[in-house]
């Protein structure tokens, strides 16, 4: 099974990914954990690593076919904003998750502890850097909540719920369209 899971940053994503691929005992692969590496690679921060990205998309797209050869092996969850999109023909269940940004960027601030400003100013920059990208790239705007409430099989807001609580919904839900594998 190919279970990919979409958001913004700091929605949860690589946090439920990792512990859905260890509950379902599936391999796991992070896009944004390969974004971060390439930049720590190039030493540059992630707002000049994203400012660079924009004038090299070559990047992207080396990333972005990773994730379709990744997924063309079999069974496996990827945490990837546009994995959903760009495994749409062969996933099997695609996930999206949201939250405010006033709560994505206080969960980032203690993960990576931080100042909220700064990591408030970070985000707000790869994130306007990530949308002109991929609408470039892909013609995908991940601003577009109607194509979102449409494309994907879960939607789950996750400002108020635990770790927990996201994982029961998801299992819950994955019971219901392939009951036997789990």
């Known amino acids: 099974m190919i279970i990919t899971i979409s958001g ?3 929605t949860g994503k690589s946090t439920i ?4 691929a260890n509950n379902l005992g599936l391999p796991y692969y992070s896009t944004g954990q390969a974004f971060r590496d390439l930049a ?7 707002e000049e690593f994203s400012d660079y990205v924009e004038r090299n998309p070559e990047i992207d797209k080396s990333l972005d076919k990773k994730v379709i050869d990744m997924a063309k092996k079999g069974s496996i969850v990827i945490d990837s904003q546009l994995s959903g999109h760009l495994l749409k023909s062969i996933a099997d269940y695609k996930i999206h998750l949201t939250c405010p940004l006033k709560v994505r960027v206080e ?14 100013n970070e985000t707000t ?3 306007e850097s990530e949308l002109k990208r991929f609408n ?4 995908i705007d991940l601003s577009d909540n109607d194509f979102i409430q449409n494309f ?3 939607i789950i807001d996750t400002e108020s719920l635990s ?19 789990f």
């Open 152 to 154: 994907f099989d879960l």
């Open 8 to 10: 913004l940053h700091g």
């Open 107 to 120: 969960r980032m601030t203690a993960r990576d502890q931080s100042s909220y400003d700064a990591k408030l």
């Open 125 to 127: 920059i790869r994130e």
């Open 163 to 181: 770790i927990e609580a996201v994982m029961q919904i998801i299992l819950k839900d994955l019971e219901k369209i392939k009951p036997n594998d």
């Open 17 to 20: 990914a990792k512990l859905l």
């Open 136 to 139: 470039k790239l892909y013609n």
């Open 40 to 46: 720590e690679d190039y030493s540059m921060t992630l």
